[in-house]
Every structure is written in structure tokens, then in C-alpha cells.
């Protein structure tokens, strides 16, 4: 099987669903003739011509706002904010428009459409080039969240989000769209939105992340396997929204120890809700504190490297709290 | 407005140079490594900058974009103090947090750079009217790319300081291109400046101000003159600024929107030699000062990167730091 970078695991996705689908249509700026400044899109507008591939005006608001209009009367657009930074101007688009067509109508309109967006930090992007912004939407009910972490899982979830009937937001972790690479097989298959994965067995430890910290814990566990012993079960959540409590509190019940790892803001940030399922629904179960790590509650990644990488859990850090908790 | 003498002529020459200087010395720094993230040249712009600035007083203030470099620099901020943020160091303007992008200057009024495109237009009209409600008499400089023109907040905050009659001179940077989407691509007016007939008639509201030659430094200096002296008595005036930006949209731009040919064409009319030429033809003899002051600029940034070299990175502690006011 070829592989391929995660980015080009979502060229692909959009190519193939363009394809079959002629109400799939790109908007965002530069996505047309510069293919994106990621090269997300490149060449699609030379395949799909300008009417499908549109570059937009500067313009977040409208970029989501058009794509909630299509999507109400039956078109399948994949709206790209360039960064998860710019997201904000659609906000109100997002959390009160597209969550709530589908309830405010009694189920009458959907809104079929993909909000597309790179977040994260690593990249020495700075304070608007860096952020998490998935706790802020998770909030809401209506809409869905998946944030791959792999090329396999990039493609399959991106070609389920086109064709799903409600609003889905695809967080893609930026430094990792040429850093992570993978198999992934020709032809077509989808990753379903919802199930989460269990991408390594074990005993003493469960640690849930997503996007890049999944890739970096990971590597954590390799070490703390080789160096420590511990054995650690690893939860890539893929989806935020709907989540999947199943795998979550059955990996969960093998180690009776969690550590859930993301790089957004630690206060009410995603993995806060996964420890409060995880004391609710599992409490028996509980052989030691549910660990959060996270970056620090500060509001932004600063632009100097040696502060950005205090600000990111690495897989030192991570594989020093699961050491932590292990040990409890 | 006070016609320029020689000696103010020949500042402006210095910090055009300057400027050009210290962004190409930037990017060499960026290619190897010493300047993370991303990094947006002025190159192209810097009559613009030197122009526009000069036609405020001491207590006016200015807000920009992301292409900052020039605009700090011209607002007189110390190239050394901005070196080092551009190398994300503690002596940096804003102790490494900001970056290039972010430059800020509180004693200079200088609000800052921003990252988010169109965000500082309406913190622009609050500067504005802070300035209205004391009576102070203070402008507000607020300059924005041609892209800018193109989202919400562009649209809100003119039409609100053409209500509120609000202290303010929205001065756009047409460089003809948004990333890699130009004007034309991007908007339904292509001449920029008749936004404002949106939100003035008859001498009331936003006023239309002028097209004007960016890359000619007297005649920025004199049109947004004339432009911030009428914010001062009446309120908002729309002015546009027909520039280029020489270098890709930030490091690393494949520039594939536009051709060779194009951009040679400006750098055959760029703002530096132009006024070079126009001082050499004014003044007898001046050549061996203009070279003088190229050669002071030279040293100002060497002087400027050793100084940012040396200074420390921040620490965990910097990054903590700073969340709220005690
Ligand atoms: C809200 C927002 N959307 C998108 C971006 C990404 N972006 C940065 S600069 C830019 C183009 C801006 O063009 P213009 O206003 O003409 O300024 P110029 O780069 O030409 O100086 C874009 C799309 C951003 N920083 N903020
Ligand atoms: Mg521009």
C-alpha cells in the first residue's frame, strides 16, 4: 500500500467525493488557483474549473454563511477557514445558524455541509496561527467534530463528512500534514464519524488524545514501554462529537488510570468532559486520579519557539505523566 | 502641512532605507532558521509607511495589519528592540510573545499589528472615539490591505465612525493582490476608495478621499496630510494608496498569481530609487550623503541583529506571565 502524507490523504478525499458528487463544491480563500496555502486543494480547480473550486473574497463570515445556504437547499459544500485562528468572524454563522436549521425547523431542512480547518500549534505560528478552537464548537449540539490524526483516518472521516446530512467540522492538526505519514489503500472506503480507535492494547495506563497529541502519544507510549514497562492503552478519539462513550469507558475499565492529552487550553477544555464521564459512568472502576495534560491556561501560543514549546505537550511530557500515573 | 526641508527629506530617505534593509536582512535571517512562524515583507510599500507617518503629530495615533516592520520602524520604534521580537527574544518590543506580526508600541501610539485580517478596524474607531469624547484633538491613523476591504468589519466600522463623525483616517494599501487573489478577484469595486460612498453623502459621513501614488513618498506625505487634518476638524476620510509589494505574500509564496514580468515593472518604479533620483536632481551634490545614509542604515541593522542575537530567550515564567492585570 502507498504511503502518503496527511494532507494528500485529504486532497484525495475532496477529489473523490468531487467526483462522485457533482453538489460537492470547494469555497475559501485561495483554494482555487493557489490550491490552498497548504496545497490542500491543489489541482482540483484545474480538474473542477472555477465553479466548483471558488476562491472567496477575505471573508470568513460569508464563507461559512454561503455554505449553510447551499447546503439548506440541497448542495454539498466543503467550506475551508484557511486557519482555525480565523474561524471566529463565523462564529454566530456556525453556532447559531448551522447547529440549529435542523432543530428550529422540527427536522424539516438539514444543512449537509463540511467546515474545514487547520488548527494547532508547533508550527512557530504564534498567537493566530496556533489555536485549538474545538471546545468552543463541541459546546454546541448540532454540530459534529472529527479531528483525524493519520492519513487513513483523514480521508475516510473527510469522505463521511461530505456525505454526511448534518454540519461537520474537520480539525486537521497543521503540523502534522506533512510530518504524519501512512498507508493508505486506492479505491474507496470511509472511516465512520462516531467510533473512536483503539490504536494500541494495553493494561496499565489508558491515555485518550487526538489530531497531533495522538501522534505524540504514540511515541510516549513506545517509551514508556521500552524504558519503564508500562503498559499503556491508547484511545485516538477521531471524533469529538457524537463520542463514542463505549470505547472510552471500555478501555477505560482495562487500566482504571486515564490520562487525556490535548494541546488546547486546559480549563473546560475537550478533555474535560471526557474525565467527567469517565467519574460518572465508571467510578468502581477508578485506580487513580483522571490526569489531564494539556496547554497551560494562557490565552495564546506565543511566537517565541522556546515558549511555544513549554506551551505544547511533547512526547517527554506525555510519557513523564503517564511515568506520573503509573506509578499513583 | 508644512512643506518638507531638506533635512526632513532626507530623514524619510533614511527610513526607507532602513526599512528595506532591515526586511531583506530579515529574510536571510528567516532562511536560516533565526526568524520562526511567518514573515511578511514591506518591501515595495515603504513610501506608504514613511509618507503616511509623517504626516502625524507626536499624539496621534497609528494601527496596521500584519505587514507591520515598516510601520513600526517608521513610527520610530528601535530597530534593535524589533529585531529582537522578530527573533522571539526577551528584549524584543513585546518580550518574544508577539513576533513579527504583533509589533507594539504603547509610548509611540502605535496599537500594533494584527494578525487576524480586518480586526483592528474597529479598535481603530475606538481609539477614535475615546479621542472624540476628551476632545483631544487626536487623529487616528488606521491602515489596512486591499483584502481588508473585503470582510464585515470593514463595512461596520466605516459606517460607524461616519456616524459618530470619529477622528480617523482609514488609509487602505492597495498592492493589488490579497494573498493571491487580486483586487479584481475580490471586489466589486476595483477602485477601493469609492467604498465610501457607501457611507457619506453630501458632506456627511465617511468623506472620499484620494487615489494616490504609494510609491512616490512626497506625494503620500501631502495627501494624507490634507487627509488627517481633515479628520481632525470634521471626522472619517477614506484615502487609498496604489503600492506594490515586491516580495511574495510572506516567505515561501510561490507566487504563482502573477508574473516576472509584472513585478519587474515595479521594481523599475520602486519608491527607494524614485526618491533617490528626485533628491539627486534637487539637491546639488548630495549623492555622497545619500550614500552616507545607506551605509549608516547598514550598520543600524547589523547593530540591531547583534543585539538580538544576544538577547536571551524567554522563559516558562515569560510564558505564564501576562494573563491578567494584578
Ligand atoms: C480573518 C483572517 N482571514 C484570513 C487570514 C489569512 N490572510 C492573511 S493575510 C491575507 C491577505 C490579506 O490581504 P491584504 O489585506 O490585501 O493585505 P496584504 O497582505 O496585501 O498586505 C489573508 C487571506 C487572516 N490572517 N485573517
Ligand atoms: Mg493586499
Not at chain 1, 471573508?59 to 454539498?76: H, K, P
Not at chain 1, 492519513?151 to 504524519?180: C, H, W
Not at chain 2, 528626485?278 to 550598520?299: F, G, S, T
Request: aromatic residues 10%.
Amino acid at each position: 500500500m502507498p504511503e502518503i502524507t496527511l494532507i494528500e490523504a485529504l486532497r484525495q478525499a475532496m477529489d473523490e467525493e468531487m467526483e462522485r458528487d457533482e453538489r460537492v463544491f470547494i469555497t475559501g480563500e485561495d483554494v482555487g488557483r493557489r490550491g490552498g496555502v497548504f496545497r490542500a486543494t491543489q489541482g482540483l480547480y484545474d480538474k473542477y474549473g472555477p465553479d466548483r473550486v471558488i476562491d472567496s473574497p477575505l471573508a470568513e463570515l460569508s464563507i461559512v454563511a454561503i455554505g449553510i445556504g447551499a447546503a439548506m437547499v440541497g448542495m454539498r459544500p466543503i467550506c475551508e477557514i484557511q486557519f482555525a485562528d480565523y474561524i471566529f468572524p463565523a462564529f454566530n454563522q456556525i453556532v447559531n445558524e448551522a447547529a440549529l436549521i435542523y432543530y428550529r425547523t422540527g427536522g424539516d431542512w438539514n444543512v449537509p455541509m463540511v467546515i474545514r480547518a487547520p488548527y494547532g500549534g508547533g508550527i512557530g505560528g504564534g498567537l493566530y496561527h496556533s489555536q485549538s478552537v474545538e471546545a468552543f464548537f463541541a459546546h454546541r449540539p448540532g454540530l459534529k467534530i472529527v479531528v483525524p490524526s493519520n492519513p487513513y483516518d483523514a480521508k475516510g472521516l473527510l469522505k463521511s463528512a461530505v456525505r454526511d446530512p448534518n454540519p461537520v467540522m474537520v480539525f486537521e492538526p497543521k503540523k502534522g500534514y506533512r510530518l504524519i505519514k501512512g498507508e493508505v489503500p486506492p479505491g474507496e472506503y470511509t472511516v465512520p464519524i462516531g467510533p473512536a480507535a483503539v490504536t494500541r492494547e494495553g493494561t496499565d495506563v489508558t491515555v485518550y488524545a487526538y489530531g497531533m497529541m495522538h501522534y505524540y502519544v504514540l511515541q510516549a507510549a513506545e517509551m514508556v514501554a521500552q524504558r519503564d514497562g508500562i503498559s499503556c492503552q491508547v484511545v485516538d478519539l477521531r471524533t469529538l462529537v457524537p463520542l463514542d462513550t463505549k470505547t472510552v469507558l471500555e478501555s477505560f475499565k482495562k487500566t482504571g488510570k486515564a490520562l487525556i492529552v490535548y494541546e488546547d487550553n486546559r480549563f473546560l477544555g475537550y478533555g474535560a468532559e471526557i474525565a467527567a464521564l469517565l467519574s460518572d459512568e465508571a467510578f468502581e472502576y477508578m485506580d487513580g486520579p483522571i490526569r489531564r495534560l494539556t496547554g497551560p491556561d494562557r490565552p495564546g501560543v506565543p511566537f517565541a519557539h522556546t515558549m511555544q514549546d513549554f506551551y505544547m505537550p511533547n512526547p517527554d511530557t506525555i510519557a513523564d505523566a503517564i511515568r506520573d500515573l503509573a506509578a499513583y | 502641512m508644512a512643506t518638507p526641508n531638506k533635512e526632513t527629506l532626507l530623514d524619510w530617505y533614511h527610513q526607507m532605507v532602513l526599512i528595506r534593509r532591515f526586511e531583506e536582512r530579515c529574510a536571510e535571517l528567516y532562511q536560516q532558521g533565526l526568524i520562526g512562524g511567518f514573515l511578511h515583507l514591506y518591501i515595495g510599500q515603504e513610501a506608504t509607511g514613511v509618507g503616511a507617518i509623517a504626516a502625524l503629530k507626536e499624539h496621534d495615533h497609528v494601527i496596521t495589519a500584519y505587514r507591520d516592520h515598516g510601520i513600526a520602524l517608521a513610527r520610530g520604534l528601535d530597530p534593535k528592540r524589533v529585531m529582537a521580537e522578530m527573533l522571539g527574544k526577551v528584549d524584543g518590543v513585546s518580550g518574544g510573545k508577539g513576533g513579527s506580526m504583533h509589533l507594539a508600541d504603547r509610548e509611540r501610539r502605535f496599537w500594533g499589528g494584527y494578525g487576524i485580517v480586518g480586526g483592528h478596524l474597529p479598535l481603530a474607531a475606538g481609539i477614535a472615539l475615546a479621542s472624540k469624547y476628551e476632545d483631544r484633538g487626536e487623529v487616528v491613523l488606521c491602515l489596512m490591505g486591499d483584502g481588508a476591504t473585503n470582510i464585515g468589519y470593514f463595512h461596520e466600522s466605516l459606517n460607524l465612525s461616519a456616524v459618530w463623525e470619529l477622528p480617523v483616517v482609514w488609509l487602505i494599501e492597495n498592492n493589488q493582490y490579497g494573498m493571491g487573489t487580486s483586487v479584481a478577484r475580490a471586489s466589486g469595486v476595483t477602485e477601493l476608495v469609492k467604498k465610501a460612498r457607501a457611507y457619506g453623502d453630501n458632506g456627511r459621513g465617511m468623506k472620499e478621499g484620494p487615489r494616490i501614488d504609494g510609491m512616490n513618498v512626497l506625494e503620500v506625505y501631502e495627501q494624507v496630510s490634507e487627509a488627517v487634518e481633515y479628520a481632525r476638524k470634521h471626522g472619517p476620510i477614506l484615502v487609498e494608496s496604489l503600492t506594490y509589494r515586491l516580495q511574495g505574500h510572506s516567505m515561501g509564496d510561490p507566487e504563482r498569481y502573477r508574473t516576472k514580468e509584472e513585478v519587474e515593472q515595479y521594481v523599475a518604479s520602486g519608491p527607494i530609487g524614485r526618491f533617490r533620483a528626485y533628491l539627486i536632481e534637487k539637491y546639488k551634490n548630495i549623492e555622497p550623503k545619500l550614500d552616507e545614509i545607506d551605509a549608516r542604515a547598514l550598520e543600524e541593522v547589523d547593530e540591531a541583529v547583534e543585539f538580538a542575537k544576544n538577547s536571551p530567550d524567554p522563559t516558562f515564567e515569560d510564558l505564564v506571565r501576562h494573563v491578567y492585570v494584578d
